[in-house]
């Protein structure tokens, strides 16, 4: 077995740790390290989304009503906290990586990710001060995954050659792609048991992962001892976290307006969080060891993958709280589903989304090894464009079969491009850039996530707030609603109202309040908290939304495609001396002002 031959082989001399060799490792020892890598990933992208569909049960648990408005801090910061802090620390740590280690940084990465997830399942406390807690957890937990997420890429690279490194980061992507999916309906099955049980699932996993990586991970790629760029670190941080916080917030509702793009927190935020990055900029093409490495952009292969999976991720990020809602909110209550139950059902209605990452991430990787990232890059994103067209001419009440299809084509295209960029971006970079690069290319994917969400979220709010005032103000008092209160519940943000679907609370009792609900005639009651009244009330300010929305992500996904294309023929960096080098003068690796040579036959960046 191979792992027992990784085992028996103790550490790999001190010669190959010194060059980076992979020819002493032990036989499969590739295998080893993607099994290893892929669990990571699989653990970290579960964590990123289990708590979406468990936030009703953990705010029982911890006593708190994340729809009063003065708990919404708790809600956004449940939602957006772990994606905001591995956004903004995947570069550092792939820096970090370069310097000290990718496999060090990863095993550190795996055991912070444990040792958090246990201390979120062991809360005692309660209230708005459980609430802080559970946060701050959770952004320590989001440093251990930023660990992960920004060196298993590069570790894998290091370890495969350039004709398997599509396979092995298509199944290391696939499981990052379907980790979201799966980790809804984990959620969904773990937290009505008991909420702890979300965290908790993951502490196993992590031991496992922790003391594999110590025991068979090993260096494979030199150290490049480094000063840290602090001022780099700083400006981009802070800068970054301004913007997402902007983001997150500009989403409320603000005074009488119906969101928060008016407030002047969010427009200082956002003001002084681009300054910070204009400022990072600058740092980074001036000091002589920067954590940004913005030479790398100029490998074509490279700056073309990145900006591709940036849009690409902005095309995508809105879409899985967008199908959340529809199904929680429409759908499945139109279906004889009770509010109470559509967080888990609506988890196992996306299963289909995640059967097509997981049949083309590993497939697509295959044959971008032999054939080259652009025609399935280009391809995946062509594709998905088609696939939201699609979603866009579904009725709100769809027949499931043929929304399963859709969401099972959407997942194919998605991952078609997803695996095949990835190898693209990490076959373009020098060995001792791989975790900057990678990290880079993480960084703006995930962050590409967050202001997704935002756009996802403005379009569809912008969509409700021109008809469901009035429809909801006329339905309620067709059902005897006082006109002070239905008029009351008409003026609500459709940003509360959209959480309260999303969370799988009742909407209705949410709007009018439990007390004024119990007031009304049975039969009102009964018809106002039915099934169907609500779906019924916001199915067409819904599809206006919706739409809107997709339409966004249709434009992004062919942009996307464009930035794909761009990225040339097959490219793959070679060090000097290699066999398979072309002819021509070594690459300045330093500088980057050559950035690598071509394999022979194939094109040039």
């Known amino acids: 077995m191979a792992l027992a031959d990784v085992l028996r082989s103790g550490r790999v001399d001190r010669s190959a740790r010194l060059t980076g060799s992979t020819e002493l490792l032990p036989p ?41 408005p003065g708990n919404t801090f708790y809600l956004l910061w449940m939602i957006l906290g772990f994606l905001v802090v591995t956004s903004v620390l995947v570069v550092s740590l792939g820096r970090v990586g370069d310097i000290y280690g990718r496999v060090r940084t990863y095993n550190l990465g795996f055991a912070v990710f444990t040792v958090f997830s246990l201390l979120l399942s062991i809360t005692w406390m309660t209230g708005h001060t459980a609430g802080i807690w559970l946060i701050t957890m959770r952004i320590f937990q989001g440093v251990g995954a930023a660990m992960l997420m920004a060196n298993a890429a590069a570790i894998l690279t290091d370890v495969f050659p350039s004709d398997q490194r599509g396979m092995a980061l298509g199944v290391n992507q696939a499981a990052a792609f379907s980790g979201t999916f799966v980790g809804l309906v984990l959620g969904g099955l773990l937290a009505p048991v008991n909420w702890r049980l979300v965290f908790l699932v993951s502490v196993p996993v992590g031991v496992v992962g922790t003391v594999l990586g110590y025991l068979v991970l090993r260096e494979t790629s030199p150290r490049h001892p480094a000063r840290i760029d602090w001022a780099g670190n700083a400006t981009f941080a802070v800068g970054l976290v301004l913007v997402m916080v902007g983001i997150t917030y500009g989403i409320e509702p603000y005074g009488h307006h119906v969101m928060g793009w008016t407030n002047p927190l969010v427009l200082g935020s956002l003001a002084v969080g681009v300054v910070l990055l204009a ?152 060995p001792q850039h791989r975790g900057a690069g990678s990290g880079m290319n993480t960084t703006f ?23 469901l005032p009035a429809a909801l103000l006329h339905g309620l008092v067709a059902h005897d609603v006082p006109p002070d209160i239905a008029q009351r519940a008409a003026h609500l943000s459709p940003v509360s109202t959209l959480f309260a679907a999303f969370l799988g609370y009742d909407p209705v009792e949410h709007l009018i309040g439990a007390h004024a609900l119990a007031q009304l005639p049975a039969a009102q009651r009964a018809a106002l908290t ?47 001396g290699e066999a398979e080098i072309a002819a021509g003068p070594p690459p300045d690796v330093a500088s980057l002002s050559t950035v690598g040579t071509p394999r022979s036959g194939e094109g040039a960046p």
């Open 279 to 430: 400022a990072f900029c600058v740092i980074e093409a001036r000091v002589d060891e920067p954590m940004f490495r913005l030479q790398l952009f100029k490998i074509r292969a490279f700056t073309s993958g990145v900006l591709a999976s940036f849009l690409a991720a902005l095309s995508r990020g809105g879409l899985m709280f967008m199908l959340i809602i529809w199904l929680q909110g429409i759908w499945l209550p139109l279906h004889g589903y009770a509010f109470a139950v559509t967080p888990l059902w609506a988890g196992i209605a996306m299963l289909p989304l995640t059967l097509g990452f997981l049949v083309a991430g590993p497939a697509s990787g295959i044959l971008s090894d032999r054939f080259g990232a652009r025609p399935f890059a280009t391809g995946g994103m062509l594709g998905t464009a088609v696939c939201f067209a699609l979603l866009e001419l579904l009725p709100v009440d769809f027949p499931y079969p043929v929304f399963a299809v859709v969401l099972l084509l959407t997942g194919l295209c998605m991952a078609s491009f997803g695996s095949p960029n990835r190898a693209g971006v990490m076959n373009s970079l020098p």
């Open 530 to 576: 039915g099934r169907s009244f609500f779906p019924g009330l916001i199915g067409a300010p819904f599809r206006a939304g919706l739409h809107a929305a997709f339409d966004f992500a249709i434009v992004a996904s062919l942009l996307a495609a464009w930035a794909s294309w761009l990225r040339g023929g097959r490219y793959v960096y070679v060090e000097p």
């Open 28 to 68: 499969g020892y590739k295998w080893v390290a993607l099994f290893v890598s892929t669990l990571g990933m699989l653990m970290a992208t579960i964590d990123g989304s289990i708590v979406l569909i468990s936030l009703p049960d953990i705010f029982r648990g911890i006593g708190i009503d994340p729809l009063e």
């Open 445 to 467: 994917q995930n962050s590409a996530q967050v202001l997704s969400i935002g756009v996802f979220f403005t379009l569809m709010v912008a969509g409700l707030a021109a008809t």
